[in-house]
């Protein structure tokens, strides 16, 4: 593990110190930066741009406060451009990566949408994880809480992760036919990838969550 706030490469290190809270933490938590070429604070998300970097724990108000406090030219060491807009790039390219995955996931057979074959993945304990449009009609987000309440209690295990982060109309502006109100994430190396994305991108937002089960 290298002291310095900022590094020269990235690829092999599996943990890195965030810049503002000074934890050390997987690799797979943060959101790496460097720095382009006209000197604007660029994120690389695949953690593969070459050159130094720097990295911060995957918050967005952890991403503000560098922006506003110069902590991304101290870590530089040199004069840099990160403004407050750099918070919401963050957030699209989460999104972007989150959905190319999802259409990655769909054509692997990895994730299905539709309310029907949501509620039966959850119920057949399938489910890796559950997704909702932020608009999603209430009783419609219930019903799939209790199928997931009814599975964990049957067999006596960890209901899967449900995320709410997307609107319907935002969806279509992403993945056009692919659009769901109801989806779900199943086993395989997509299916993870979805939801390693969906957790990601939840966190960075703070936490956001659906209707929760009712007994």
Known sequence: MMADSAEQDDGFVSERMCIVTRETLPAEEMIRFVVAPDGAVTPDLKRA??????????????????????????????EVKAGPELADLVDRLLVTHMTGM????????????GATRVDSAIRS???????????????GVRKMAQARKAWSLTMEEQEPPVFQLLSYEEMQELLGDNAFIHAVALAGQAGEGVVKRAKLLDTYRGGSRPIASKE
């Open 49 to 78: 741009l070459p050159g130094r970097g720097c990295s911060i724990k995957a918050e967005r108000a952890l991403i503000e406060k560098a922006a506003r406090k110069g902590m991304f030219a101290r870590a530089f060491k040199k």
């Open 102 to 113: 999802m259409n990655i996931a769909r054509k692997a057979g990895q994730f299905l949408s």
């Open 125 to 139: 304990g399938d489910a890796l994880g559950v997704f909702h449009a932020t608009d999603a009609a209430p009783d």
